[in-house]
């Protein structure tokens, strides 16, 4: 017969249940028939329970009462009216133990991209019903639904039940460390991790460039490392292709045959019923290694642009690559206006550059009165990379043949003390000076833009090598002092 499980957030009312669980794992303890670790009246104890229980990161499996021998759960009054009982609980959330931060993680990430499971505990009368893997897979799908593609947990080195059983789901151990754990001395804390990030994740951590990371950061003030993969410039554009090319064909599929995307909330509902359900319902993971389902098809791409913001540095600028190589102009607009309030460094705001915008026919841009309609509303946000951008669109498309005064004059009007504006609006007018010279020059000689901006402006058009000597020459004689 099936052993039909469930999964659930705990409440006051397991109390006793979860402490009753506790006590039959030290009596196992204490019998010899399992290696915990564990030792009574220290950990794990009624007031762990109660703990998780206020910080509601307390979860149970449950179990039909008819499904299990009876007599095993003969002292236990724990099964509800529907003749359920608990057999299983354990604490999921993002707090690490202290001494993961000695640990050289394989999978490096922000504390909000890892989660963890503490203290999984499977009552001895129901082992070897496979509740203990059902229960991991279960946090497994649980994570990927909270967007944490790191999985991290821990476990005595002399547990090697455990061990094995984390190996087996594609767990990797990523350290030992001597500790003190929940007041027991002497303990060796196996550290243990898996990645759990989607397919599109997952090729992103393959091409993971650490030394790239470093130099990178150091070119983005404010910009956490932890956040940062590392993933050079050009294999993220080469990706990009290759995941439009992808989705269109659909040449790949959901590799767990059920049509939904692993990890999805259809996906995560199959783990409340049968165990097999559960064995079937590996959340992100694909294969004994622990790597993600190799699903790169439309709905993984929609599932990436619908999650905004990313938190990695690199997933923002793919979702950049991406919505540039988008060829339909009114999605196009559309996924700009989305990504834009979650644009926090010049990096990302410079790569977006849809090539639907700049199409021509006849040498002039086809959506010109389009474009210039979003650049309007862009030049008047309140966010300094949405104005970057706005000013950038109006750098790259029209300076040209679709250059008109007005558009320089509505540069020169932007007032704004943001370090990364202001550089915009020099590079800008830099530019200008090289293809448009005549009409760019008055804004100099008129002082209209204030003196850092102005004294950048000439900088960067005396950089240039498309402006000539001559004009080199008289331009350092505009400088302004501070």
């Known amino acids: 017969m099936k052993n ?4 659930r957030k705990a409440s006051y009312k397991d109390l006793d249940a979860i402490d009753r669980i506790y006590e039959r794992s030290h009596d196992a303890e204490a019998a010899g028939l399992t290696t915990t670790g564990w030792l009574r009246g220290v950990y794990p104890v009624r007031a762990v329970a109660e703990a998780a229980l206020g910080r509601d990161d307390m979860y149970v499996c449950e179990i039909a009462a008819d499904g299990i021998a009876r007599e095993a759960f003969a002292d236990c009054d724990g099964a509800d009216e529907s003749g359920r009982v608990i057999v299983a609980t354990g604490v999921i959330n993002q707090i690490q133990v202290d001494v993961y931060e000695l ?3 394989v999978y490096k990430g922000p504390d909000d991209d890892v989660s963890v499971l503490h203290t999984l505990a499977v009552d001895p009368a129901a082992r070897g019903m496979g509740i203990g893997p059902a229960f991991v897979r279960f946090w497994e799908n649980l994570a990927a ?3 944490c593609s790191i999985l991290r947990i821990d476990t005595n080195a002399r547990n090697k039940k455990a061990r094995r059983m984390y190996e087996k789901l594609g767990y990797i151990e990523s350290g030992i460390v001597p500790t003190v754990f929940n007041g027991i001395p002497g303990v060796d804390l196996v550290l243990m991790e898996k990645f759990n990030g989607t397919a599109i994740q997952k090729r992103l951590r393959e091409m993971q460039d650490e030394k790239y990371a470093d130099f990178q950061m150091a070119l983005i003030p404010g910009k956490e490392r932890e956040r940062t993969i590392g993933v050079r410039t050009p294999q993220l554009r080469a990706f990009a292709k290759e995941l439009l090319k992808e989705a269109k064909s659909d040449s790949k599929v959901v590799n767990n045959g059920s049509g939904k995307f692993p990890g999805s909330s259809e996906a995560v509902k199959g783990c409340s019923g049968s165990s097999e359900a559960v064995k079937g319902c590996s959340g992100r993971s694909g294969d004994a ?3 993600p389902g190799s699903v790169l098809n439309r709905t993984e791409l929609d599932r990436f642009l619908g999650t905004l913001p990313h938190k990695y540095f690199d997933e923002m600028q793919l979702h950049a690559f991406l919505i540039s190589e988008t060829k339909d102009l009114g999605e196009c607009f559309k996924e700009v206006e989305a990504f834009l309030p979650y644009v926090d460094n010049w ?3 410079d790569q977006l550059s849809p090539k639907i915008f700049g199409k021509k026919k006849n ?3 086809v959506y010109a009165a389009e474009l210039l309609g979003h650049i309007d509303r862009w030049l008047e946000s309140d966010e300094t990379y949405t104005v970057r951008f706005g000013i950038g669109m109006l750098l790259q498309h029209f300076l040209d043949a679709d250059f008109d005064p007005a558009y320089m ?7 704004s003390e943001e370090y990364y504006i202001k550089m915009m609006i020099a590079w800008y007018f830099a530019t200008a000076l090289a293809k448009q010279y005549d009409a760019a020059l008055p804004v100099l000689l008129e002082s209209r833009l204030d003196v850092w901006t102005h004294n950048k402006t000439i900088q960067k058009a005396v950089e ?5 000597d001559d004009q080199k020459a008289y331009l350092k004689t505009l400088k302004r002092k501070a």
Do not use: M, Y
């Open 4 to 7: 039909k499980l469930l999964f």
């Open 103 to 105: 640990c050289n993680w």
């Open 145 to 147: 639904e909270e967007g």
């Open 289 to 291: 290694e622990g790597a």
């Open 347 to 349: 990096a990302t705001c």
């Open 363 to 365: 040498g002039r841009l």
């Open 409 to 415: 004059d509505r540069v020169a009007e932007i007032r």
């Open 464 to 468: 240039s090598r498309r402006i000539t």
